[in-house]
């Protein structure tokens, strides 16, 4: 099968990203949203994006141009399903929302879409049966600014046909993204069953009170030669969601020391509006963290 009409259903950070990446390559994109004001926003948003590809991937004027002229928008999810080969689901990390969103879709999607998820932690096996298409349904998830993180993990549950999954993956890499297949499912694929345990290590090292942030961070970066530390990491995914899952982690296992960390980053961090890059101030003060600095390393 081959893409040719993409609809990316939500216009969040990544929606609007995936889109813009999309649109990009020289795909036609249809953007839905549940309202025109989020539509209008999305916009901004992609003149924002147009900046950044100009900077980062010293792309032309000529080539943001065409790019967002490639880019149709809908708050009608029949219309913006019509005729469309692939559906990149980009709602709210709610299981009852996605759901409720899949069983729309399938009401309205034509018999050919293949549906993909964008979901970080969610299981496509968890919303298999709400699609109407089992077979045609799988994650395809994204790294934050997937125009330089450009990672695509691929993953689907044990009812996805192999030729979807091989159609997906050959998108991915069609779209600039570095395809990354997995053969079964994991929460949190392979980048976060790799950072998760890394962030939380740091925070854990930091609520005992064993060492300061930036000591944590220099010790990762000069032991590893990694460009950042597990805060500056944190600052970057911002501190709400690494607050949300290790809340839910810590209900789950009524574990002490988990709700230490709660506790710590509620305080310090979510009640007093520190939540990262996004509002200048985190573990680091932005646009100038002393993890940057050429000193800070010694």
Do not use: C
């Amino acid at each position: 099968m081959k893409i040719q009409l993409v609809t990316v259903a939500g216009s969040g950070v990544l929606g609007t990203q995936i889109a813009f990446q999309t649109a990009f390559h020289g795909y036609m994109v249809n953007v839905y949203d549940i309202s025109d004001a989020l539509l209008e926003k999305a916009k901004t948003t992609f003149s924002k994006l147009g900046e950044a590809y100009q900077q980062d991937l010293k792309a032309t004027p000529e080539q943001i141009e065409k790019t967002l002229q490639n880019i149709h928008y809908f708050s009608d999810l029949a219309e913006a399903v019509h005729n469309t080969d692939l559906l990149i689901e980009a709602v709210p990390e709610n299981p009852s929302i996605k759901i409720d969103f899949y069983q729309k879709l399938a009401a309205v999607a034509p018999q050919k879409t293949i549906f993909a998820s964008n979901s970080s932690t969610l299981l496509p096996s968890q919303f298999a049966a709400a699609t109407g298409r089992p077979k045609q349904f799988l994650a395809l998830h994204f790294a934050n600014e997937i125009w330089k993180h450009n990672t695509a993990e691929i993953m689907g549950h044990s009812g996805t046909d192999a030729k979807v999954f091989d159609t997906v993956v050959a998108f991915a890499k069609s779209i600039g993204m570095v395809a990354l297949p997995l053969h079964k499912e994991q929460p949190g694929y392979i980048v976060n069953s790799l950072l998760v345990p890394l962030l939380g290590a740091g925070l854990g090292l930091l609520v005992k009170g064993v060492a300061d942030v930036e000591t944590i961070d220099k010790t990762w970066m000069v032991a590893t030669g990694a460009p950042v530390g597990p805060f500056g990491i944190l600052d970057v995914v911002g501190i709400t969601t690494a607050y949300n899952i290790n809340k839910i982690t810590a209900e789950k296992t009524k574990n002490g020391n988990e709700q230490k960390v709660v506790d710590y980053l509620k305080t310090h961090f979510i009640d007093t509006g520190k939540l990262g890059v996004a509002t200048g101030e985190g573990f680091y003060k932005y646009p100038n963290p002393a993890y940057l600095d050429p000193d800070f390393l010694k």
